[in-house]
């Protein structure tokens, strides 16, 4: 059985985080570029340009993309013929984390009990861990520090199956519109669609992990994400809220197996800095 | 925007009342960082008849949660955090004399009326460009609930910081007259 030492989980998940949050990724860049050129409001062109000069500051490794940075997400999948040693797993990634976000001077944003106390933990900890077991010995490891501004904007339906693909539109474009300039438009739309109430969220996230200019590997999704973003775009709310044609950058829809009597569907807004980053070990 | 105007914080009834929903300003002097928790401790302390440490006449309160320093710089990345989190806390601070707020997002119709009661603007910054937004701090420091963190309430000196007027004192808003213009759906 292959060995990995759980300090060299941690140091990969430390250099994620903060290479997540300085250097934008190149299929965010290439979008954002897209936008400017085709954006026609002069307003919230220049909103596309000021947002691509902050990225190039930024990857001067000096100051983050964003003040908030963000939960700390990461996706791990780890191949069931390895062993992490020298530690616990969780443990590992928090460690990872918590050394991200103080050799990186990122914000730490995470308060430690939701309701009453509302105290932050000081060093962005804990992680949202989600670990799926995969064949072979690869562990493969994606961070995607998610802000709140959009994350408060995002939300979940119980459809039912009668509303079919016109109730899964018309309750996406809701959900955008109803969040105007709050998300950080121009945003990243990520649709889970299936699955079940808990499944149905995770989808939406990992949706925003494929490149904002991808399609669904389904026809019928990769048909349905381009109708989604045509209506998206015809909403005008543009980049900053300003008013605007490029509302949107992508939407990407994923998609699982769910009950005959369920179609849940949930919406995951990310802002025009929408981070993620990965590495194998 | 039409054009862009210079702006000294703390300002007064009168200069607001001369800005409009979409004109560029490029603002100095001294503001004021408190969003959430610190917003909840100012209210709380008001109830109680305790005095503020920060002097809230003219102030300009900038909804914001800074990126930690790195020594030699005076801030870390600096954003807007979304403003309607704060919209139960706002008309009492406009009432005791706040005439300025930078954030994004829209804000509660209680909010837009005490700004026209008392004669009071909401600015907006870009969201996500807090690297270029840091740019322009000259000077920060604490000036209470430090244990809050990121959250603390703060005195910063700013020069030439970009922003737009998002709400005007008459209650004109940005936010409804770009997207009625570019939408294609109606609303």
């Keep these: 059985m292959r060995q990995v030492p759980a300090e060299q989980v941690t140091e990969t998940v430390e250099r994620l985080f903060i290479e997540a949050n300085y250097h934008l990724p190149p299929d965010m860049v290439s979008v954002l570029e897209k936008g400017e050129r085709e954006e026609q409001n002069p307003v919230a062109k220049s909103v596309f340009r000021t947002i691509l000069d902050n990225r190039r500051v930024a990857s001067e490794g000096k100051f983050p993309l964003c003040q908030d940075c963000g939960m700390a997400v990461v996706f791990l999948d780890m191949g069931q013929e390895t062993a992490v040693t020298g530690g616990n797993l969780e443990n590992a990634v928090n460690e990872g984390v918590r050394r991200a976000y103080d050799k990186g001077y990122l914000r730490k944003s995470i308060v430690g009990e939701p309701l009453f106390e509302r105290k932050n933990t000081g060093d962005n900890t804990p992680a949202i861990l989600h670990v799926r077991v995969v064949p072979g010995e690869r562990v493969a490891i994606t961070v995607a520090p998610k802000g709140a501004g959009s994350e408060n904007m995002s939300a979940l339906a119980m459809l039912s199956p009668a509303a079919g693909p016109e109730g899964v539109e018309r309750f996406v474009i809701e959900t955008v519109r ?16 299936g699955s079940d109430f808990e499944g149905v969220a995770e989808l939406a996230k990992r949706a925003l992990l494929r490149p904002a200019e991808s399609s669904s590997s389904h026809p019928r999704y990769a048909a349905l994400e381009a109708e989604l973003l045509r209506k998206i775009n015809d909403l005008g709310i543009g980049a900053a809220g300003y ?17 005959i009597a369920c179609m849940p569907v949930a919406v995951n807004l ?12 | 925007m039409e054009k862009c105007r210079r702006l000294n914080a703390p300002f007064l009834e009168k200069e607001a009342s001369n800005l409009r929903a979409g004109d560029e300003i490029l603002l100095s002097g001294v503001i004021y960082t408190a969003r959430d928790a610190a917003h909840k401790r100012m209210s709380e302390a ?21 990126a930690p320093a790195r020594p030699g710089e005076p801030m870390g990345s600096i954003g807007p955090t979304t403003s309607y989190r704060m919209d139960p806390y706002t008309p009492l601070l406009l009432e005791l004399g706040v005439k300025g707020m930078i954030g994004k997002g829209e804000r509660s119709e209680d909010v837009v009326s005490s700004m026209k009661k008392n004669g ?28 809050l963190g990121p959250e603390a309430l703060r005195e910063l000196e700013v020069r030439d910081m970009p922003l737009v007027v998002l709400i005007d004192s008459l209650g004109n808003s940005m936010y409804r007259e770009g997207p009625a213009k570019y939408g294609k759906n109606g609303k």
Aim: glycine share 12%; with cysteine; hydrophobic share 45%.
């Design chain 1, 178 to 193: 109803k969040a105007g300039p709050n998300p950080c438009p121009p945003i990243v739309v990520g649709v889970g669609v």
């Design chain 1, 243 to 259: 008013g605007g044609t490029v509302t949107a950058l992508g939407v990407n829809i994923e998609w699982a197996p769910t009950h």
């Design chain 1, 270 to 281: 990310c802002c025009h800095a929408n981070r993620h980053c990965s590495a194998e070990i």
């Design chain 2, 46 to 66: 008001l109830a109680r008849n305790e005095k503020l440490k920060v002097d809230l006449s003219g102030a300009v309160i900038f909804y914001a949660g800074p």
């Design chain 2, 120 to 147: 009071a603007v909401y600015l907006g910054a870009t969201g996500g460009i807090a690297a270029l937004l840091a740019r322009t701090i000259v000077a920060s420091r604490v000036l209470d609930y430090e244990d």
